[in-house]
T-cell receptor
Framework: AQTVTQSQPEMSVQEAETVTLSCTYD???????LFWYKQPPSRQMILVIR??????QNATENRFSVNFQKAAKSFSLKISDSQLGDAAMYFC?????????????FGAGTRLTVKP | NAGVTQTPKFQVLKTGQSMTLQCAQD?????MSWYRQDPGMGLRLIHY???????DQGEVPNGYNVSRSTTEDFPLRLLSAAPSQTSVYFC?????????????????FGNGTRLTVT
């Protein structure tokens, strides 16, 4: 089964600076999808960004971008110009490309603190 | 724009009691799933369904039952609550990947239920 590892339980960043959250995954599949979700104190799970494994170009969404290294099985999230509202738990997730496997696997999460 | 609706938001049970967590979605999603979230362990899949009448087990199914009689609803039943089931539970849904063009469909989550078993 695929596994997702987030090796940083906690990270902190100064407001307006840049922070990178790490994620690695283990899979034997060549086709899959990767996601980053944000969970603020409200407990809501919010999709931040997604990446298709067949795409070489890294996904970006405003201040959020990823560094997708398929050979290294690495999928890091970069947050630029950090804001107080970025403080949250961030989860990396993997979804198989197999048509009959809809399951999504999550890492343990990284708690991001933003210092004013 | 209801999305995925979970009830209740909070629940306290005594050991041995049973209860049902409700989940409903209005996006016509084929795939629905239940996760539990525990500190340091991320979200773990309990059960899932790819359509009405079809359910299957995830990583941690013991102590939980599900059914899917309609596309919209996917309740999770705790038959005999145990303190180990104290957790936050999330229901999530998405288009099924068997539908062409929806292979990268993300999961849409409910707001979670915090369950405490004493």
């Amino acid at each position: 089964a695929q596994t997702v590892t987030q090796s940083q339980p906690e990270m902190s960043v100064q407001e307006a600076e840049t922070v990178t959250l790490s994620c690695t995954y283990d899979t034997s599949e060549s086709d899959y999808y990767l996601f980053w979700y944000k969970q603020p104190p409200s407990r809501q799970m919010i999709l931040v960004i997604r990446q298709e494994a067949y795409k070489q170009q890294n996904a970006t969404e405003n201040r959020f971008s990823v560094n997708f290294q398929k050979a290294a099985k690495s999928f890091s999230l970069k947050i630029s110009d950090s804001q107080l509202g970025d403080a949250a738990m961030y989860f990396c997730a993997y979804r198989s490309g197999l048509y009959n496997n809809n399951d999504m696997r999550f890492g343990a999460g990284t708690r991001l603190t933003v210092k004013p | 724009n209801a999305g995925v609706t979970q009830t209740p938001k909070f629940q306290v049970l005594k050991t041995g009691q049973s209860m049902t967590l409700q989940c409903a979605q209005d996006m016509n999603h084929e795939y629905m799933s239940w996760y539990r979230q525990d500190p340091g362990m991320g979200l773990r899949l309990i059960h899932y369904s790819v359509g009405a009448g079809i359910t299957d087990q995830g990583e941690v199914p013991n102590g939980y039952n599900v059914s899917r009689s309609t596309t919209e609803d996917f309740p999770l039943r705790l038959l005999s609550a145990a303190p180990s089931q104290t957790s936050v539970y999330f229901c999530a849904s998405s288009y099924s990947k068997v539908v062409k063009g929806r292979y990268n469909s993300p999961l849409h989550f409910g707001n979670g239920t915090r369950l405490t078993v004493t």
